[in-house]
């Protein structure tokens, strides 16, 4: 069952693809000029956040505006909300290009120029910009409700994944390049970039880091689920144990992957993703010598705000001796 009370609904990539492709290329121009802002380690200030409606920037401010964007993909909409006024569009266009003139005619109405560049990015086949995509779109409101559903369930789990862990964790959100829900955890430690890679992945490769997130798939890895990968890949990743039942590695792509159908199946879905990070951490401190003390109990906000300092450092103790006696208890420590 999911946080709602519902069990997840069923899907699948090859029923999701064409509005999947359409949202990808859509959504990435607003995503555009989040790459104004200051770069953060692992690109954490081009997120967008899931919200109760669909996907948004964060607040932006420049050139004498503030706005931010919100593809409201339940209502079928995108809102420029600025700080002189707003402007709703339609998302559904007859195709990429149509979608782009209108957003941009919009905008320009704040005071808000185009973006820096219009070239649709990790999207293989596709062309070479958003203002030459003409192919014909259908905006198909059942299937985003599907879309924002698993990116809500999969954005809750992750959060409450990422919530003790004490070193640097941009915000979870969608990397509207890849257009996966991504959640890094980020360690000081100094690696090399793999060569002839694109700039930016260049730079999210900078210092070793874990992450674990969702993704719809694509044409090449049809894979709707949950994945995860450990940089740089340490080995000993074969033959583990995942946390959840159908959980697997994957060597070929370098992932470890937990199919939707699985994760559907499992009695607390949002659990189920936590146990799924723990056991990738846990991987990683293995493995790659990663520091187990980097993660603190989980605890709610009421307990926090309610418990003296000392009693609060006591749990977290007990924690991680918790933690090392359940890795020497399985053969691990």
């Known amino acids: 069952m999911s946080q709602h009370g519902t069990a997840p609904p069923a899907?699948?990539?090859?029923?999701?693809?064409?509005?999947?492709?359409?949202?990808?290329?859509?959504?990435?121009?607003?995503?555009?000029?989040?790459?104004?802002?200051?770069?953060?380690?692992?690109?954490?200030?081009?997120?967008?956040?899931?919200?109760?409606?669909?996907?948004?920037?964060?607040?932006?401010?420049?050139?004498?505006?503030?706005?931010?964007?919100?593809?409201?993909?339940?209502?079928?909409?995108?809102?420029?909300e600025t700080d002189s006024g707003s402007r709703t569009l339609p998302l559904a266009h007859d195709s990429v290009a149509s979608f782009y003139g209108a957003f941009c005619r919009a905008a320009g109405e704040f005071g808000i120029r185009p973006p820096h560049t219009s070239l649709i990015c990790e999207i293989p086949g596709a062309p070479a910009n958003l203002e030459g995509d003409s192919a014909a779109r259908t905006w198909d409101?059942?299937?985003?409700?599907?879309?924002?559903?698993?990116?809500?369930?999969?954005?809750?789990?992750?959060?409450?994944?990422?919530?003790?862990?004490?070193?640097?964790?941009?915000?979870?959100?969608?990397?509207?390049?890849?257009?996966?829900?991504?959640?890094?955890?980020?360690?000081?430690?100094?690696?090399?970039?793999?060569?002839?890679?694109?700039?930016?992945?260049?730079?999210?490769?900078?210092?070793?880091?874990?992450?674990?997130?969702?993704?719809?798939?694509?044409?090449?890895?049809?894979?709707?689920?949950?994945?995860?990968?450990?940089?740089?890949?340490?080995d000993g990743l074969a033959n583990r144990s995942w946390g959840v039942k159908g959980a697997a590695w994957h060597p070929d792509a370098g992932l470890v992957r937990l199919p939707w159908s699985a994760l559907r199946e499992t009695p607390d879905p949002r659990q189920a993703i936590v146990a799924f990070g723990d056991a990738v951490y846990d991987a990683a401190v293995e493995t790659a010598g990663w520091p187990p003390g980097l993660v603190g109990p989980r605890v709610d906000g009421w307990y926090m705000s309610t418990t003296p300092?000392?009693?609060?450092?006591?749990?977290?103790?007990?924690?991680?001796?918790?933690?090392?006696?359940?890795?020497?208890g399985d053969g691990r420590g």
């Not at 995503?31 to 692992?42: A, M, N, Q, R």
């Not at 300092?309 to 020497?328: F, L, N």
């Open 141 to 234: 409101a059942g299937t985003a409700r599907l879309m924002w559903t698993a990116l809500d369930l999969a954005a809750g789990g992750l959060e409450a994944w990422q919530a003790p862990f004490l070193g640097h964790r941009p915000r979870v959100g969608v990397m509207w390049g890849g257009f996966d829900l991504s959640a890094t955890r980020w360690r000081e430690q100094p690696t090399v970039p793999e060569p002839n890679r694109p700039p930016f992945q260049q730079n999210a490769q900078l210092h070793a880091y874990v992450s674990v997130g969702f993704s719809f798939g694509d044409a090449q890895a049809p894979h709707t689920g949950m994945y995860a990968y450990i940089w740089p890949q340490p």
């Open 11 to 80: 899907m699948a990539y090859e029923d999701l693809a064409p509005m999947v492709d359409y949202v990808n290329r859509v959504v990435q121009v607003a995503g555009k000029y989040t790459l104004d802002e200051p770069f953060e380690v692992g690109w954490g200030n081009i997120v967008l956040d899931v919200t109760p409606r669909g996907l948004c920037t964060r607040t932006l401010r420049r050139e004498g505006v503030t706005f931010r964007v919100h593809y409201r993909l339940l209502d079928g909409d995108v809102v420029i």
């Open 309 to 328: 300092s000392d009693v609060v450092q006591h749990r977290e103790r007990e924690h991680a001796e918790q933690r090392r006696r359940d890795q020497q």
